[in-house]
């Protein structure tokens, strides 16, 4: 078999309406059967944050109107959003791999992430998801135990962001990718999981995309993590007079930047983050960051951030 990849797509490769994630998924299945066609085994996790939002505002704006349902919980909303995305994304690489000659199946894991119960993020939540709300809808939601946080126009909720731990669908995704399907699997960072006994228990959280897709490469052995995102390269101190383009960065180097500040808390250090902490697990390993129109050049060491 050829060797592994772990793809993740951030939100260029989707959009805010269904029209818009239709046509921006065919970027990327053009993007992934690239890799295909280069005998790579592909796994794919992708961003869900304007899906999980819309599918959440929904939820519960049909709890208002039909009181007798209850509000879908975190968890619920994250798989829609999971089996959403990869519907409209496999359907897309299908297509694209079929027109190029190719015959691989291509499967969507509604997939679980383990968190711990003591992670702090429980007490210091930083994700603002769902509808804003007035005054009386946000209080509400803090009678229910929910935190809430002022908004533009009103109030939102905002929930934790805990550390993923491990991937329970791990096992299924692996055989998949062995058997040489193209894989699509924790979507949003995964459907973040309590651990009690033989039961998983929903978390009201959402997990940093780009740590599971690091941690799934971990758990994978993967050869290369590749990030896709708006930009063909990273940089530091983004948007500043001290703006600095990173063409390659040694792991030693990348934990560094962490430390001094160079990377916002959104945005790229995330990546950063995932990458160095893959590349821990995974020595001679590659982790790159680029577009996804520049994906196989980055993957040949022709553009992109490249670190290891």
Same mark, same amino acid.
């Given at each position: 078999?050829?060797?592994?990849?772990?793809? %993740?797509?951030?939100?260029?490769?989707?959009?805010?309406?269904? *029209?818009?994630?239709?046509?921006?998924?065919?970027?990327? %299945?053009?993007?992934?059967?690239?890799?295909?066609?280069?005998?790579?085994?592909? /796994?794919?996790?992708?961003?869900?944050?304007?899906?999980?939002?819309?599918?959440?505002?929904?939820?519960?704006?049909?709890?208002?109107?039909? *009181?007798?349902?209850?509000?879908? &919980?975190?968890?619920?909303?994250?798989?829609?959003?999971?089996?959403?995305?990869?519907?409209?994304?496999?359907?897309? #690489?299908?297509?694209?791999?079929?027109?190029?000659?190719?015959?691989?199946?291509?499967?969507? #894991?509604?997939?679980?992430?383990? $968190?711990? *119960?003591?992670?702090?993020?429980?007490? +210091?939540?930083?994700?603002?998801?769902?509808?804003?709300?007035?005054?009386?809808? %946000?209080? /509400?939601?803090?009678?229910?135990? +929910?935190?809430? $946080?002022?908004?533009?126009?009103?109030?939102?909720?905002?929930?934790?962001?805990?550390?993923?731990?491990?991937?329970?669908?791990?096992?299924?995704?692996?055989?998949?990718?062995?058997?040489?399907?193209?894989?699509?699997? /924790?979507?949003?960072?995964?459907?973040?999981?309590?651990?009690?006994?033989?039961?998983?228990?929903g978390a009201s959280a959402v997990i940093e995309k780009d740590l599971t897709?690091?941690?799934?490469?971990?758990?994978?052995?993967?050869?290369?993590?590749?990030?896709?995102?708006?930009?063909?390269?990273?940089?530091?101190?983004?948007?500043? *007079?001290?703006?600095?383009?990173?063409?390659?960065?040694?792991?030693?180097?990348?934990?560094?930047?962490?430390?001094?500040?160079?990377?916002?808390?959104?945005?790229?250090?995330?990546?950063?983050?995932?990458?160095?902490?893959?590349?821990?697990?995974? &020595?001679?390993?590659?982790?790159?960051?680029?577009?996804?129109?520049?994906?196989?050049?980055?993957?040949?060491?022709?553009?992109?951030?490249?670190?290891?």
């Amino acid at each position: 078999m050829g060797k592994k990849i772990v793809v %993740a797509l951030g939100r260029s490769a989707f959009g805010e309406t269904f *029209p818009e994630q239709k046509a921006n998924v065919k970027l990327a %299945a053009s993007a992934i059967a690239d890799l295909v066609e280069e005998g790579w085994q592909v /796994a794919i996790t992708h961003s869900n944050g304007q899906q999980l939002g819309m599918v959440h505002s929904a939820m519960t704006e049909f709890s208002v109107k039909e *009181p007798k349902h209850t509000v879908a &919980p975190m968890s619920l909303c994250s798989a829609m959003s999971q089996g959403y995305v990869g519907y409209d994304l496999q359907n897309a #690489i299908r297509t694209e791999i079929l027109n190029r000659g190719i015959f691989r199946t291509v499967s969507t #894991i509604i997939t679980q992430v383990k $968190v711990s *119960p003591f992670d702090r993020a429980f007490h +210091n939540p930083t994700k603002v998801i769902g509808r804003v709300m007035d005054a009386v809808g %946000a209080a /509400a939601e803090e009678r229910k135990g +929910n935190y809430v $946080v002022e908004t533009e126009g009103g109030f939102r909720r905002i929930v934790a962001s805990p550390q993923p731990i491990d991937i329970y669908e791990i096992d299924a995704i692996r055989v998949l990718l062995d058997a040489g399907q193209v894989v699509i699997a /924790a979507g949003g960072g995964g459907i973040p999981v309590l651990e009690q006994g033989t039961t998983l228990k929903g978390a009201s959280a959402v997990i940093e995309k780009d740590l599971t897709a690091g941690k799934l490469a971990e758990l994978l052995d993967a050869d290369v993590l590749l990030f896709l995102t708006g930009n063909e390269r990273a940089f530091r101190f983004y948007g500043t *007079p001290q703006e600095t383009v990173l063409s390659t960065l040694t792991p030693e180097k990348a934990k560094e930047y962490l430390d001094d500040g160079s990377f916002s808390t959104g945005g790229m250090r995330p990546k950063i983050a995932a990458s160095v902490s893959y590349l821990d697990k995974k &020595p001679g390993g590659k982790a790159i960051i680029t577009r996804m129109q520049t994906a196989l050049d980055a993957l040949r060491g022709k553009t992109g951030t490249q670190i290891g």
